[in-house]
């Protein structure tokens, strides 16, 4: 069985030894013998590739493109930074394999740097997710799904943006549904759309190949021009690159639902790397072939206009397979993530009510919705670039920590059991590349950054105000002992 931290024993009446009425009376089989309410353990190797890897191939490649390409200057040099961002994904990766095969709890980068630095460096990290880099994520690949499912109805002309926002909208209502009605379901319907988006990725890798091998080269001719390369944009082209392989980590969120950990983790994310470079590199070769670095730059959405060029009529169908490929980027994130709010609450730095698990269906309900509100907020504010900037910068600082955290586990805690353990120069080539785009992108991006930072720093008070201070808020107290919400979301505390 999975094993669950004890609940703070003095957060609300439902964790006392009393007899639970929700769990008597609020289940229509309360006669049967008690099914265990808890998170199962569904997720075997094919569902863990299909999350890593359905995760990671969303809106990147078929937005970042573009980000990658204006910010590195030459067809040469985005092609180096497409390969250089693989590399660097597969040692987090590895790094990540490590930790998850150590720690086997769920929750992913927040619960390593809680094992590492403590409550109160781990709480900064929860809080900047779940009101800034959680929501942005979701709503720049959101905003991705809207804008290609709306493509094939109103070519030739433009989408209009309030069409995007409302097709957004009910896309992330579906995931949002889907997560909270049943874990197999979304698991199979996450390995659809896996094969689904890999299939898109066949129709546009085979063409263009077959193009270049028949000697369509004139877009790679002078790929290096050394007077077209911008050193400062660097950076940005490589939280572009980032934002596309970005999804790596997702399985070490529901490591307590993963079948055989140990041996499934590893191997699910090694899989899913080599599988995501090869599509990633070969969709790009593909991409300069039919198209000049001028048109690539004019494109609002690159693939469909890639489909236009080279397949005529049957480019409609492009923007509807890139559509299905967002929404299997939302459900494998949406699916992770919310196991981190689930944690935190068990940790007792979120309201008790979201490591509540849902009486028949088995899913964190609390902790899959907590994000929708916020998300819809920021969908209706700011550009899809700003955000990705903006939130690449908040992520990379605190996945660089937790792999800091690895290196620092080494020395401090040397007697862990590691079923896989990674090369040093690993987590540490890794850590250092993620600080080291930080500080350029305050140089690059000061404003994005500046931001940035303020939100990660409103954390420090929230800190104390809500889990170092003896007298909460009065509202966090009647949320945390929510037992109306409890009976409105049929939810309990997960079985010890």
């Not at 509807?320 to 967002?326: E, I, M």
């Amino acid at each position: 069985d999975v094993m669950l931290h004890q609940p703070p024993p003095d957060s609300t009446p439902s964790n006392s030894g009393e007899k639970d009425p929700l769990k008597s009376n609020g289940d229509p089989s309360a006669g049967a013998p008690e099914e265990k309410v808890e998170l199962r353990k569904k997720v075997t190797l094919l569902r863990g590739i299909s999350i890593i890897t359905g995760t990671i191939i969303g809106a990147g490649i078929f937005i970042s493109p573009k980000g990658i390409l204006k910010n590195s200057g030459s067809v040469g040099m985005s092609l180096v930074v497409w390969i250089a961002c693989g590399i660097l994904s597969l040692f987090g990766a590895l790094s990540y394999a490590e930790l998850g095969t150590s720690i086997k709890k769920s929750g992913g980068h927040y619960t390593y740097i809680l094992e590492a630095f403590g409550p109160q460096v781990a709480f900064m990290r929860m809080w900047v997710d779940m009101i800034a880099i959680r929501p942005a994520g979701l709503a720049v690949i959101a905003l991705a799904f809207g804008r290609y499912i709306l493509e094939p109805i109103f070519m030739p002309c433009g989408v209009p943006e309030i069409a995007i926002k409302l097709a957004t909208t009910i896309g992330l209502t579906a995931v949002m549904y889907l997560n909270s009605m049943s874990v197999s379901w979304t698991a199979r319907i996450q390995i659809f759309l896996t094969f689904s988006k890999l299939l898109t990725i066949a129709i546009i890798i085979v063409p263009g190949v077959y193009l270049l091998f028949k000697g369509e080269t004139k877009n790679f001719e002078n790929a290096f021009e050394v007077n077209t390369i911008h050193l400062s944009g660097l950076p940005l082209a490589f939280y572009s690159g980032m934002f596309a392989y970005a999804g790596w980590f997702y399985l070490n969120f529901v490591t307590e639902e993963v079948e055989n950990p140990e041996r499934t983790v590893p191997l699910a994310i090694c899989i899913s790397m080599v599988i995501v470079m090869i599509c990633y590199t070969m969709t790009n070769v593909a991409y300069y072939t039919v198209m000049s670095a001028e048109e690539l730059l004019a494109s609002d959405a690159v693939a469909v206009t890639f489909a236009e060029k080279l397949m005529g009529n049957f480019s409609v169908a492009v923007p509807v397979f890139v559509a299905l490929s967002c929404f299997g980027s939302m459900n494998g994130c949406l699916f992770a993530i919310s196991r981190m709010f689930f944690v935190a609450s068990r940790e007792g730095q979120l309201p008790e009510v979201l490591s509540m698990i849902h009486i028949r269906r088995h899913t964190p309900l609390p902790a899959v919705i907590v994000l929708y509100p916020i998300t819809l907020l920021i969908l209706f504010l700011g550009d899809i670039y700003s955000l990705l900037n903006f939130m690449s910068f908040l992520r990379w600082l605190f996945i660089g920590v937790a792999v800091i955290g690895l290196i620092y586990m080494r020395y401090t805690r040397p007697d862990m059991p590691r079923p896989f353990k990674v090369p040093i120069f690993i987590p540490a080539v890794f850590s250092l590349t993620c600080f080291f785009m930080v500080f350029l992108s305050l140089y690059s991006d000061p404003i994005n950054t500046g931001i940035g930072f303020a939100i990660s720093l409103t954390g420090i008070p929230a800190y104390y105000i809500f889990i170092h201070c003896e007298r909460k808020p009065k509202w966090f107290q009647k949320l945390s002992g929510q037992r109306s919400l409890q009976i409105i979301l049929e939810v309990v505390p997960a079985d010890q």
